[in-house]
């Protein structure tokens, strides 16, 4: 009796939990928010998903009416063409004499959950713009954290890891690249860049904290020992607001300039309008300024003479008359 007395405490004892007792709900390790957050990045996957299938149906649908039409079904270069550019271009990215970029990541901790999810779209936009240049450039992601709030963002991104970009885990633009080579893009800097030189690379800061840590990238650039450049903005445009860009159209513009386009045209066509960019006047447009002014002036000059005489000569004329 004594046996089976234990065995029904111990069965007692192990029924009782903080669950099963009354007044009491299980804990749950995420809070309400959290929660929330999780169930609405769920949906959000489920709706992309379905954005995407109406997405191709719709260009299905718009390359059959243009087909019917008679117009042309492509409008910009095919997915067969992006890639044996990218194919020609990694080729061509072998020699010495490449134009390399590289987005410094190593900003992780300063950056804020939403902050860090502008990073990385801007990171995917920068891919889209290199794919599609007519000369790609040689795209590095440098200072990446394994398992950071970076990484993580990416993973988000279905097949991030096949972009033709050169990951960096880990290993920051210092320990990769050589010093002599290398040029810190940054707005604070005093040295402007008049064009790209063959085999430097060009980092470019991606830090997105909307001035919070103002002359941060170019702090850590100075010392490091690296040399700084700023893009020549103020030497070519005139800008209605102050001449900061963000990661992505500084890139775009590294691309255009690299593909032998003016600095002038490239800033024109690649930063945005709301910035009220206009074209300098240089001194040779002002020369030919002053010059047809003052053709203008002698032009007037020369009419009112005309008047002069005219009024002089039907004088003389009325004076004869009166005389006869």
């Not at 390790?29 to 379905?50: F, I, V």
């Not at 067969?80 to 020609?88: A, F, G, I, P, S």
């Not at 080579?181 to 997105?208: A, F, N, R, W």
Request: aromatic content about 4%; proline content about 3%.
């Amino acid at each position: 009796m004594d046996m089976k007395d234990e065995d029904q405490d111990q069965e007692q004892h192990a029924e009782i939990t903080l669950s099963s007792c009354p007044g009491t709900t299980p804990a749950t390790p995420l809070s309400k928010n959290q929660l929330k957050k999780q169930r609405k990045h769920a949906e959000m996957l489920e709706l992309r998903k379905l954005r995407r299938i109406k997405e191709r149906e719709r260009r299905k649908e718009k390359r059959m009416e243009a087909k019917a039409k008679g117009l042309p079904v492509n409008v910009g270069p095919s997915r067969k063409e992006l890639k044996r550019r990218q194919l020609t271009a990694i080729d061509k990215q072998s020699s010495p004499d490449t134009i390399s970029v590289a987005i410094d990541l190593d900003y992780d901790d300063l950056m804020q959950e939403r902050d860090v999810a502008k990073c990385v779209k801007q990171c995917l936009r920068i891919y889209t713009i290199n794919r599609r240049a007519s000369q790609p450039l040689r795209l590095h992601f440098t200072g990446i954290k394994s398992e950071g709030h970076i990484h993580e963002c990416f993973k988000k991104n279905d097949g991030w890891e096949n972009w033709h970009v050169d990951y960096h885990f880990d290993r920051t633009h210092t320990e990769l690249f050589d010093k002599q080579k290398m040029v810190y893009l940054t707005c604070e800097s005093d040295t402007v860049l008049e064009k790209l030189q063959p085999g430097h690379t060009y980092v470019i800061g991606g830090l997105v904290d909307h001035n919070h840590f103002k002359g941060l990238c170019h702090q850590r650039a100075t010392s490091a020992g690296l040399l700084t450049a700023r893009l020549p903005l103020s030497e070519h445009v005139d800008m209605k607001t102050r001449s900061v860009l963000s990661t992505f159209h500084v890139f775009e513009l590294l691309t255009r300039v690299a593909a032998n386009q003016g600095w002038t045209q490239a800033i024109l066509e690649t930063i945005p309008q709301r910035k009220g960019a206009k074209a300098k006047e240089t001194s040779r447009g002002m020369q030919l300024m002053q010059t047809d002014g003052q053709e203008n002036g002698n032009h007037k000059e020369n009419g009112q003479d005309k008047v002069e005489r005219s009024n002089v000569e039907t004088n003389e004329l009325g004076e004869k008359l009166m005389t006869s």
